[in-house]
């Protein structure tokens, strides 16, 4: 994208470079002069308006400082208590409003240097889905199963256990720490399932769906445990 120079300045620069082109006859100043008639020729007509902004979609925590140490509060060989989030909307670099075709978040946790299974995938460690487009964030401690508010706990590590599906914290053992994400999704509906989807259901389902995604990460153990 070309951004539009004010003409009094294209015509100030087209002179310059007409003035050393006579004087010089350089091929470089030929390039510069053809630049510039390119940058006027595909410059915008005036008095077309600028596309406007559309939403940006973010979170932030308290719980730890974005790529931080994940408490053990927060950890699943700790208090496993799922952090609070809360949500934002951006318009550029101003607080702006969800979009009006919002209808759910969904939020996945993986680990994403851990592999069991000699494979590409990493280990889920918690999902939820059907956070309602109303939420400002997620509450700590977040309970097991369907909640209230209609939010449903997915697939994940309690669920490989043969557990109602819940949070999962963090569980890496002594040694270099893990890097864990929360990736957030915006959707443009609500999701249905028979029962607990996988982790391929949930994702085939938010396909096509997706209008904001947000992360956060941390690191657990902290450095020395």
Known sequence: MYRRL?????????????????????????????SVSLVMAQAPPVGQPMAAP????????TAWPDGGVIPLRNAGRGENKSPAFEFHWN???NPGTAPAN??????????VQNSTTKGTTDTLHWSAYNIP???NGLPEGLGPGTLPDGTQNGPGIAT????PPAYFGPGAGPGPFHHYVFEFYALDTKLNFPVTPTRDDLLKAIEGHIIGKAAWFGRFPEPGE
């Not at 209808?103 to 680990?111: E, P």
């Open 160 to 163: 490989q256990r043969g557990n």
């Open 102 to 111: 919002l209808q759910s978040y969904a939020v996945i946790l993986h680990d």
């Open 91 to 93: 318009l550029g670099t």
């Open 54 to 61: 559309r939403p940006l979609f973010w979170v932030s925590s």
């Open 6 to 34: 004010p003409l009094y300045f294209v015509f100030k620069l087209i002179n310059k470079f007409q003035t050393r082109l006579s004087k010089r006859g350089t091929i470089s100043s030929m390039i510069a002069l053809s």
């Open 133 to 135: 487009g109303t939420a």
